[in-house]
C-alpha cells in the first residue's frame, strides 16, 4: 500500500527539475520569489545590488569589483560606470572610469552626484573585447555577473579614522537599452525584524531604497521591553528613489526592537547606529 | 537552512557578542511573530576533539538575549559556538558532535537566519547581521577572499583577517590548517597562518593601497571577518564579513561560476 507521502514523493521525482525551477520562482505560485524569472537572456548583462551614498555628514567610498579579471584571475581592462539616483529616483549623476585592477575604488563626490546629499547609485561594467564573456563560462551556463561591491562611510569631521564598511544588499538593477530596469519585485507584504537590540543612549537612522519599478510602502513598528508593538511611520519611496528614517531614543526610551512591513520578499535596510561619537553601519 | 553563531576572542582587547530575538527575522502575514527556542553555547580547545558546553540561555520574559565572549575566558583564536536549539532539548556538558541548530524559518519568506555579530574595544562597536550555515560546518572544502574591505588610507590602521571555521561533526584529529595571504598579482605567498578545525585564524597583515592581496586556504571552509582600527582607544571600529565569490555571479548556476573561480585561484596560489 502506497501512502499519500511517498506518492507525493514520486510524483515530484517525475517532475522535470527546469519545472520545478518555475514553480519555485515564479509569482504567485511563490508569494516570496525576490525576483523576476524572466529577463533578457544576454551574457553582457551584469546586476548591481543598489548602494547608497551619503554626502551628507559623511565621506563615501565604494569598492567595486572587476568579475572578468577575478573569474580568470587576471589584470583585465574593464569600463566601469555608476549611475546615482536621488532620493525621489532621478538619475542625478555618472561616473565612468577604465580600471585594469581586481577592485575599482571610487570616492563618491558632490560633482559625481550633482550636489545630492543622499541618495542610491548602481554599478555596471562592460569589456572591451566583450567576446572573452561569449567565450567564458557564463554564456553556457545562463550566468550573469553581479555586482555586490562594498560602501565604505566615515564622518567628514574625523578624517583620519577608519572607514566602516558595509556589503551590498540585492537589487538586481541594470541597464538594458538605455532604461535602467531591475529583477527585484514586490509580492506579498513581509514582515522583516533585524536581530538588532535598540539602545536608549544610541541614535539610529534606517535607510530604506527601492529597487522595484514600483512605489514601495515601508510601515515601520517599533516594539517596546512589554513586547507592546505600534505602528511608528508610514511612507511610500518612489521607484529607485531611497527614505531615511531617524528613530528618535529620547522620545522612545523604552524601544528594544524595529520591524517593518513591505511587499519586498526581503525588506532589508541599511543601519547607522551612532553614540554622538563614534558611529558603525550595517546592513540589517 | 538553519546556522550557528559565533564569540571569539580576537585579541587586543576587542570583545565580542552575539545578539539574537525571539523575533522571526522575516515572514509573511499580519503582524511580527515570535519563536521560543533556548540557546547553548559550547566551545573546544585547539587540544581537544570534544565539545564543552559552557553555557544554556533562555529569553525568560525577555525578546532579546546577548552573549558575550568576555563572560568566559576564551584564549585568543579560541571561539565558542552559539546554537540555538529546541527547549526540550537534552544538551550533554561534553560532545563529539554539535547539536543542529534550529531553523526560525516558519514560511516561504527568504531569509538567511541571522544574528547580530559585533565587536567592542574600548567604547568602539561595530556589527553585522551574520551566521554560520549549518550546511557549511559539515564540509572541509577551500576558502578563497580578496582585501576589498581594507581600503584604509590612514598609516596607522590595524587590518585583520579573522577566517572562523566551525566543523560541527565529529572529527577523529586535528591537521594543521593553514591560511595564506599572497599578491594577487604575482601569486607570490607573501605569509601564512597556521589554525586548526573549530577555531579562527587571525592574520594580522599590512595594508596594499591598490587591494592586491588575495587569501586563501586549501585546507578548510571559515566565514572571514574583515577588522580594522587604530591603536588609539577613541579609535573607531569597521567589521565586516566578506561576500563569498559564488556572489559574483547571477544566475541558476551561479555556483558553477564561483567553481571555475575558484579552481583558477587555488591552481595559481601555491
Redesign the interface.
Same mark, same amino acid.
Given at each position: 500500500m502506497v501512502t499519500f507521502i511517498e506518492m507525493n514523493k514520486i510524483l515530484k521525482s517525475k517532475i522535470p527539475l527546469s519545472f520545478k525551477?518555475i514553480v519555485r520562482s515564479v509569482y504567485p505560485l511563490?508569494? #516570496?520569489s525576490?525576483h523576476t524569472y524572466f529577463y533578457p537572456k544576454d551574457s553582457k548583462l551584469n546586476?548591481s545590488d543598489f548602494f547608497m551614498f551619503r554626502c551628507d555628514d559623511f565621506e563615501t567610498?565604494f569598492?567595486a569589483?572587476n568579475?572578468l579579471a577575478?573569474?580568470?584571475?587576471e $589584470?583585465i581592462n574593464c569600463r566601469h560606470a555608476f549611475y546615482f539616483f536621488n532620493s525621489h529616483g532621478h538619475l542625478c549623476g555618472e561616473h565612468r572610469d577604465v580600471s585594469n =585592477?581586481?577592485?575599482y575604488?571610487l570616492k563618491i563626490t558632490k560633482q559625481m552626484t550633482n550636489s545630492e546629499k543622499i541618495g542610491g547609485f548602481i554599478h555596471q561594467t562592460s569589456y572591451s573585447n566583450d567576446l572573452i564573456i561569449e567565450d567564458s563560462?557564463?554564456t553556457s551556463?545562463?550566468?550573469?555577473?553581479?555586482h555586490?561591491?562594498?560602501t565604505?562611510y566615515?564622518k567628514k569631521t574625523?578624517e583620519? =579614522?577608519?572607514? #566602516?564598511?558595509?556589503?551590498?544588499n540585492f537589487g538586481?538593477m541594470y541597464l538594458y537599452d538605455d532604461s535602467f530596469l531591475s529583477?527585484s519585485r514586490q509580492r506579498? #507584504?513581509?514582515?522583516?525584524? $533585524?536581530?538588532?537590540?535598540i539602545k536608549p543612549d544610541r541614535f539610529y537612522e534606517f535607510y530604506f531604497c527601492n529597487p522595484t519599478e514600483k512605489k514601495l510602502l515601508v510601515s515601520i =513598528?517599533l516594539?517596546d521591553?512589554s513586547?507592546n =508593538?505600534f505602528k511608528a511611520v508610514s511612507k511610500v519611496i518612489k521607484p529607485k528613489g531611497s527614505y531615511l528614517y531617524e528613530l528618535d531614543t529620547f522620545i522612545y526610551n523604552q524601544i528594544?526592537?524595529i *520591524?517593518w512591513k513591505t511587499n519586498l $520578499?526581503?525588506g532589508r535596510a541599511a543601519v547607522f547606529?551612532n553614540?554622538g561619537?563614534?558611529?558603525?553601519v550595517?546592513? *540589517? | 537552512m538553519s546556522n550557528y553563531f559565533f564569540l571569539v576572542n580576537v585579541g587586543d582587547d576587542i570583545n565580542s557578542y552575539v545578539r539574537i530575538s525571539k523575533f522571526i527575522p522575516n515572514l509573511r502575514g499580519k503582524s511580527v511573530s515570535k519563536i521560543d527556542f533556548k540557546i547553548a553555547v559550547y566551545t573546544q580547545t585547539v587540544e581537544s576533539l570534544f565539545w564543552n558546553k559552557l553555557d544554556e540561555l533562555y529569553f525568560m520574559n525577555n525578546s532579546n538575549v546577548e552573549i558575550r565572549s568576555s563572560d568566559y575566558k576564551l584564549s585568543v583564536g579560541q571561539i565558542a559556538v552559539v546554537i540555538p536549539c529546541e527547549t526540550s532539548l537534552k544538551l550533554p556538558k561534553k560532545v563529539l558532535a554539535l547539536p543542529k541548530p534550529i531553523s526560525r524559518k516558519i514560511d516561504t519568506a527568504p531569509v538567511s537566519e541571522r544574528a547580530a555579530i559585533g565587536f567592542e574595544r574600548f567604547g568602539a562597536f561595530s556589527s553585522y547581521q551574520g551566521d554560520y550555515p549549518y550546511q557549511m560546518s559539515t564540509v572541509k572544502g577551500t576558502f578563497l577572499s580578496f582585501d576589498s574591505l581594507f581600503f584604509q588610507p590612514d598609516e596607522n590602521v590595524i587590518n585583520k583577517l579573522v577566517l572562523v571555521n566551525i566543523f560541527s561533526k565529529k572529527l577523529t584529529e586535528k591537521p594543521k590548517l593553514y591560511l595564506n595571504i599572497a599578491d594577487s598579482i604575482s601569486k607570490n605567498k607573501i605569509n601564512h597562518e597556521v589554525f586548526y578545525n573549530n577555531s579562527a585564524a587571525i592574520l594580522e597583515f599590512t595594508y596594499s593601497r591598490d587591494l592586491s592581496n588575495v587569501f586563501y586556504s586549501k585546507d578548510c571552509v571559515g566565514i572571514p571577518i574583515y577588522i580594522s582600527y587604530q591603536k588609539k582607544k577613541s579609535s573607531n571600529l569597521s567589521i565586516e564579513h566578506a561576500h563569498p565569490p559564488s556572489e559574483f555571479f547571477y544566475g541558476d548556476n551561479k555556483f558553477l561560476g564561483q567553481q571555475a573561480l575558484k579552481n583558477k585561484w587555488l591552481h595559481l596560489l601555491k
Open positions: 525551477k511563490n508569494a #516570496s525576490e546586476f567610498v569598492i569589483e568579475n577575478l573569474l580568470l584571475a $589584470p =585592477s581586481f577592485h575604488l563560462i557564463l551556463n545562463r550566468i550573469n555577473f553581479q555586490r561591491g562594498y565604505g566615515r574625523d583620519n =579614522s577608519c572607514y #566602516s564598511y558595509m556589503h551590498g538586481g529583477l506579498a #507584504s513581509h514582515f522583516y525584524t $533585524p536581530q538588532i537590540i =513598528s516594539i521591553k513586547l =508593538s528594544t526592537n *520591524s $520578499p526581503v547606529e553614540n561619537f563614534l558611529f558603525d550595517f546592513h *540589517s | -
